[in-house]
């Protein structure tokens, strides 16, 4: 069965820390994504990757970094983390062939103090 | 840019009714896929729709692939109260070469026991 696997399901860090969110995947998919998720704004793309070591920018990259070092992971950093990036980040991964379903873990709930 | 608008942003029925939701965008699409979120949770794959005209179900939902391939329609029939939640249409497309995903604002589906 297809499984998406996020670190955390929630985490509370300070204003200024470094953070990282981590995603894992087993079905050996080409393509990873990092969403944020907020009440009213939808799902919007931070950063993808359609193969290890490349990335792309999505809609909302400022502030994010990615590291897709081997295939089936693939993080997401916030640099120093700000009060605004408190929210609800999902995974989500398919496979490289087009027109196919994303599959998403059960997200993390992000508060930052 | 592209977007896909969805109806009806909310809606209260009673447990046992009918419900159906629909999805349009201004482009066209090649395959239309339906989520459910939980609060909480991550998306789960529903339905995924691959051919214009297309109708598929999943247990008690069906979703159909519209004709003009613009739209796409989600039926549950005889609703429970753990239909509750949000329903997402989402559709990929390739902007730059690589496929990116973009989600309606969803259905919030509420069910009076």
């Known amino acids: 069965d297809v499984k998406v696997t996020q670190s955390s399901r929630y985490l509370v860090k300070r204003t200024g820390e470094k953070v990282f969110l981590e995603c894992v995947q087993d079905?050996?998919?080409?393509?990873m994504f990092w969403y944020r998720q907020d009440p009213g704004l939808g799902l919007r793309l931070i950063y993808f990757?359609?193969?290890?070591?490349?990335?792309e920018k999505g809609d909302i990259p400022e502030g994010y970094s990615v590291s897709r070092e081997k295939k089936e992971r693939f993080s997401l950093i916030l640099e120093s983390a700000s009060t605004n990036q408190t929210s609800m980040y999902l995974c989500?991964?398919?496979?490289?062939?087009?027109?196919?379903?994303?599959?998403f873990g059960d997200g993390t709930r992000l508060s930052i103090l | 840019g592209q977007q896909l608008n969805q109806s009806p942003q909310s809606m209260f029925i009673q447990e046992g009714e009918d419900v159906s939701m629909n999805c349009t965008s201004s482009?066209?699409?090649?395959?239309w896929l339906w989520y459910k979120q939980d609060p909480g949770e991550g998306p789960v794959l529903l339905i995924a729709l691959y051919k214009a005209g297309e109708l598929t179900s999943n247990g008690r939902l069906t979703a159909q692939f519209g004709i003009t391939r613009k739209d796409s329609f989600l039926n549950i029939s005889a609703s429970i109260p753990s239909d509750v939640g949000i329903y997402f249409c989402a559709g990929p497309f390739m902007p730059s070469g690589t496929y990116k995903y973009i989600f309606g604002t969803g259905t919030r589906l509420k069910v009076l026991a």
């Open positions: 989500a991964s398919s496979p490289y062939r087009g027109n196919q379903p994303q599959h």
């Open positions: 990757s359609y193969d290890v070591k490349m990335k």
């Open positions: 079905m050996d998919h080409e393509n």
């Open positions: 482009s066209i699409f090649n395959t």
